[in-house]
């Protein structure tokens, strides 16, 4: 008998055995190359909540529409990284609270690019934990306050962005 949320499952499984038989890097970048197709598919576009020259998502869209939080205690992280996952920094990298925020990034960068905008992804918020996650040199290429940024993450947002 299949159970609910069979297929979050086999998408964890996948994630599980690509990290396994291909490599963290390799993981990194097929789910950056999702986040790409995806941004492709639906075409040029800026996401979000706008507040000032900031924007933000109240919920993930994609963590809402997987439902995965129920299923993170296989995806155990330790300090700046998953085991299976490795992070990588910079401003034109994600705020990575979870993997699921590598594709949600390269979706949302892809459709900024395909409007003529540069994305920076400021911070994250896990759906598990609720351990909020800066992306220190984006925060500083847009040349934000961090403060600015915690306080709306702390009232309202699961992540924040900013559009250039």
């Known amino acids: 008998m299949v159970k609910t949320k069979t297929l979050v499952k086999v998408i964890l499984i996948g994630v599980i055995e690509m990290s396994n038989r291909m490599g963290a ?9 999702i986040g790409e197709r995806l941004g492709e598919m639906e075409g040029k576009g800026m996401e979000g909540v706008k507040c000032g020259d900031l924007h933000y998502e109240p919920l993930c869209p994609l963590a809402t529409l997987l439902d995965i939080e ?39 960068r892809k459709r900024a690019e395909l409007a003529g905008k540069k994305f920076f992804h400021l911070a994250a918020k896990s759906p598990t934990t609720g351990e909020i996650v800066f992306n220190e040199e984006a925060i500083k290429a847009v040349g ?19 559009y250039k």
Do not use: T
């Open 25 to 33: 890097q390799a993981l990194y970048d097929w789910l950056q190359a």
């Open 70 to 108: 129920h299923y993170y205690d296989v995806l155990p992280k330790s300090a700046d990284e998953y085991p299976i996952c490795k992070i990588d920094r910079g401003a034109d990298k994600p705020a990575c609270a979870d993997i699921i925020c590598i594709i949600h990034h390269a979706y949302l």
């Open 144 to 162: 934000k306050n961090k403060d600015e940024i915690k306080a709306l993450m702390e009232e309202k947002a699961v992540c924040v962005f900013m």
